[in-house]
């Protein structure tokens, strides 16, 4: 019903920045929430940032507050990371998901219903 892509992983140094783009499609209007997630080698996914698509409230880990954006064009209906300062702890795959028919839009996985394919984000030190 909802579909998600993203684009702009790569690799960079460290202390450099990179934008990921999350672009919907589909049933887009039933959209209450939009987030991304990561996961690092060997770990659990984890979550990044969150934005409501109604209010435009964001929500971030405290590992990235200060250095990540997340931020939306809803008459696009793409959802955006700007990562600055970037940390070679910041290596991994990106997700960007969708809460669809839910009131709560917080740093949740298991609220989040729809999933993208993820990009791999590599940072070099």
């Known amino acids: 019903q909802v579909q998600l892509v993203e684009s702009g992983g790569g690799s960079v140094q460290a202390g450099g920045s990179l934008r990921l783009s999350c672009a919907a499609s589909g049933n887009t209007s039933r959209r209450n929430c939009m987030g991304w997630f990561r996961q690092a080698p060997g770990k659990e996914r984890e979550g990044v940032a969150v934005i409501s698509t109604r209010g435009g409230s964001t929500y971030y880990a405290a590992s990235v507050k200060g250095r990540f954006t997340i931020s939306q064009d809803n008459a696009k209906n793409t959802v955006y990371l700007q990562m600055n300062v970037l940390k070679s702890e910041d290596t991994g795959i990106y997700y960007c998901?969708?809460?669809?028919?839910?009131?709560?839009?917080?740093?949740?996985?298991?609220?989040?219903?729809?999933w993208g394919q993820g990009t791999q984000v590599t940072v070099s030190s």
């Open positions: 998901a969708a809460v669809v028919g839910s009131l709560w839009c917080q740093i949740d996985q298991t609220l989040f219903n729809y």
